[in-house]
């Protein structure tokens, strides 16, 4: 098929594309809206009322503060923080640490049954001991994202350098680089595949240990804070309002690593065409 | 691979497995050495010697492993309702188009809502027991499991398909004959996936509970309890064993049974 072909088939399919992305989730919303209604139980209200709800608990603030409320400054700001601050560094460490291990095979072997040990640990078990050393409140949660998530990350990197073609090694070897050379040039692009496959998956352990750690009795702030405040009171409205809000970002965020994704290795595979 | 080649890979293998051993008593002996030198205080972390014999310790205290039995009972009925529901549901969506390009949107948006924000509402509505548990972890685990069978199907040779096609095979046959054999190593592949995330938020979700047993449970309690940080190390190392054990089963399983599947030659997640 020529490539021309290819785009006006595209073109041709783009309305029923479009129709299945926009059509389906409007769809989908009006039936929980008549379902939800027609049921009228307090555990499901209704769609409407939950973003209603939503906009003024958190975006009907002043316009000078960007609409945030009092509520959002206090309760989404800080989490935002959080996550964002511990993925990235778990990120930098996992890649940097990750480099360091898949270069030789020798000290690879030598960390492998202990970096298998730590990732088969399930993150929320350590929590509690960070809550001992750190007591409660951001560095604790930090140091909870920031220990679940950075082993996908760290093990895929030395994979990925692991696996990486013997005959381009010797050319570097030939051509004299240097170790910084060869990170940039060889290490990191061979890997990066799968940096980002590891990336996603610390991406959404991040933000599943950063409600965790807010949802932690003691806590006094965070989207997870104002989740478990809301179900104390039984506010039901919050609670789903919450998910909503927590489903928004989650996706947002995936939405923004894929972009950076697809750019990054878009080169990458430009590069290694020519 | 001829005999001097099998034969050097075996002493590789065997040398590596020497170096792992030599790194985990390494790293063994330097959390002991950290804690008895008193540079961290040893409520913080206690020598490792005291956490494995405490780790030890528990392996023959009956309360104890009843509450593992019942996390991994959690665990375990969670994953089976996950693949029972997300599999027949792959194979739907894998194989009629229209509906897998309907349903992609809506899990795109339902995926990424994190499975402990379910707690609170889940707990609202079944009360705190080993429901809400079974509940999350199915939440939790369905999503890899689906992706990877919708994902699995689309690898199907497409001349296989229309091979049985022309042999006049209705789209179940060919959905039989060709797409279930073909997917399935990729679905087993998001079993052993999601079996890590089940334990991650059955340890989890009893963490947050606070009461009945679990591992989860008695974490949390020995989180509580002054100087308990023993007793949590403890549990943890039981933690990471399961989790250790659980991954080692079904990837030796995955191997047995789709030795030739791609992500064996040398690959892991």
Known sequence: M??????????RRLPRTL?????????????WQLAARAHGSVFFPTPARIVEHGYHLWFSGPAGRAFLTDAAVCDLLPSLGRVLAGFALAAVLGIVLGLALGRSRTVYAL?????????????????????????????????????GAIWPVLINTAEGVRGIDPLRLDVAATVRMRPAERIVLLYLPAALPRIFAGLRLSLSLSLILMVFSELLPGTADGI????????????????????????TLGHLFNSVLLTVERMALGRHRAAHRS | MSPATARRKRTGRARDALLGAVGALVAFAACEALSRSGMVRRAYLPPASEVLVRAVELGGDTAFLNGVGATLEAWATGLALACALAIPLGLLLGSVPAAGQAARVLIEFLRPVPSVALIPLVSLLLGAGSETTIALVTYACVWPVLFNTVYGLGETDPQAKDTLRAFGFGRLAVLLRAGLPSAAPFIAAGVRIAAATALILAVAGEILAGFGEGLGTFIAQAGMATDGTRDVLAGVVWAGALGLVVNLALTAV????????????GSRI
């Open chain 1, 19 to 31: 129709a299945l992305r926009l059509g389906v989730p409007v769809v989908a919303v009006v039936l």
């Open chain 1, 224 to 247: 997870g804070f104002q989740l478990t405040d809301a179900q104390t009171r039984s506010d039901l409205l919050t609670v789903w309002a919450v998910m909503v809000l927590l489903g």
């Open chain 1, 111 to 147: 960390c492998d049954p202990v970096l298998q040990f730590a990732r088969a640990v399930p993150p929320p078990a350590l929590v509690p001991v960070f809550v001992v050393v750190f007591d409660l409140g951001t560095p604790m949660q930090l140091a909870s994202i920031v220990f």
């Open chain 1, 2 to 11: 020529t490539a021309q072909a290819t785009s006006l088939g595209t073109v």
């Open chain 2, 254 to 265: 995955e191997r047995r049974l789709f030795p030739w599947a791609p992500e064996h030659r």
